[in-house]
């Protein structure tokens, strides 16, 4: 099991927060792979998962963004209809919650992943590819980039 | 540790002879040189011969802050120019500053007053002492700076601003003391953590803390950072400046510099004398001040004294902390509520940084309360719920300490702004809506 690393930075609702965060990342060369973010009337986390969070992170510290990395677990299915339903119904039948997922397409490789943050992500990631799913690494993130 | 130990060990009675003879003093001499006081005293019908005792005060009409700005810029002086040699302005946020004039007894008196607190607070002729208020035309650092050289301390007035520099200094020159705003002691400590030196390079030892008030969660904070030990004074400078009231190394309550300052405890709306240590409004009446004697004037400081000799053998009465002030209490739905109550709540946390700003709304014809805090706890970014229990709490902490219901708004760390002077801490707008 090898949960991949994701950025959450908290942005204030204020006008041009959001591209202030992401021009701090094209800045130091940082790739955005997939991102989430939920409205709510203050404030919103904004969730990344990029090329290099290493340098997303010392670059987000510097220029004063409360951030942190969480661990979550990415998950590799077919880009068909069903793949994600399938992936879901094993997580459900073994009574494992979501916190919440967000997914991205890779059309180079006609594959989709979706993160998912869950409370234990040894016991989801062990349901999952026990239920033939590939758990997506750390490196390949890098290596797609 | 004393500086003058006989007049500070005075016993009650000597001192209240001292005060009488003084007050008579004061009066007379604001009737013949202010024509302000000559009108007004004439209008209460009071002469320095109906002041048979201290409790006669309360026959003399106070002084405001309106009445120095009202009589802008000399109005008040009672020397001619020629002997006036120094002038100071507070910061006239709101209107014309208010201007005071000192005498070269003025000076002397006011750095009298500063070595006996900076004594009393632990300083020596061996420090090292880093002056990190804003010099120029606020009084406190130079307040300052004057008494710490009369006890021989070494003084570096470096002045606030340029945070990293004066960090340099005190790395460098071995600063043992730091005057400072409680605030801004915190963000220097923030600054100093930030860079690369560790905080073994610094050899503070004390804090000698003023013109804001701190509660003691703040200066808590302040000492563990820096690992000093810190002490608080008081002052305004249409009274002198900073060397009114300070603590003690016992710190508990400031010393009244009561042989220059005679200080009275009053029921803000009616002026009338609360009975002693009850809380009320400090009213100051200058004793021996030439530039601009003061009657009765309106601190508008919420504060009680204590009149029992301290274990320190001090016996000048001692003021309890700054509660709050009369005008900046904020009345919200009723209730009286004071920006230090606040930040006592926030100072307990640490998940938020102890920087806040308060924003008083009127929506229809209620009064909302906004208190913007600060993240600083990242963990909790792993989700919305995590931050909503953060909110939750902190209104639910304000609640049991105020009694009323209040909005939090979580912003981002550093974005509230750090005061180097006075914070300003409260927003209202509901005077815009009138």
Known sequence: MTPVKQISVFVENK????????????????????????????????????SDYEAAEKALKAAGVTCSVTEVLVVEIEDTPGAFADAMSLLADNSISLEYVYAFLTPEVGKAYIIIRVEDNAAAAKVLSDGGIKIVSQDEIKANA | MFFQKDIETMSRKQLEELQLERLKWTVDYCYKNVPFYTKKLDEAGVTADKIKSLDDIRYIPPTTKADLRDNYPFGLFAKPMKEIV????????????????YTKHDLDLWSDCMARLCTAAGATSDDIVQISFGYGMFTGALGLHYGLEKIGATVIPNSSGNTEKALMYMRDFGTTVLVATPSYALYMCETAKSLEYPMSDYKLRLGLLGSEGCTPE???????????????????????????????????????????????????ETLEARDEGEYGELLVTTLTKEGIPLLRYRTRDITKLNYEPCKCGRTHARMEKVQGRSDDMLKIRGVNIFPSQIESVLIGMDQVSPHYQLVVRREGFADTLEVQVELVDSSLLDSYGKIQELQKNIAKRIQTVLGIQCKISIVEHGTIERFVGKAKRVVDLRKENK
Not at chain 1, 29 to 43: K, P, Y
Not at chain 2, 221 to 232: K, R, S
Not at chain 2, 255 to 265: G, K, Q, R, S, V
């Open chain 1, 15 to 50: 006008h041009g927060k959001l591209s202030s965060i992401a021009r701090h990342l094209a800045d130091n060369g940082v790739s955005i792979r997939a991102l989430c973010m939920a409205d709510t009337t203050d404030f919103g986390i904004f969730r990344l998962i990029v």
């Open chain 2, 86 to 101: 120094r002038l100071h302005a507070s910061s006239g946020t709101t209107g014309k500053p208010t201007v005071v004039g």
């Open chain 2, 218 to 268: 703040m200066r808590t904070q302040i000492e563990n950072g820096w690992g000093l030990f810190a002490t608080d004074n008081y002052g305004m400078s249409e009274l002198i400046g900073p060397g009114v009231s300070g603590e003690c190394q016992e710190r508990c309550g400031l010393h009244f510099n009561e042989d220059y300052f005679l200080p009275e405890i009053v029921d803000p």
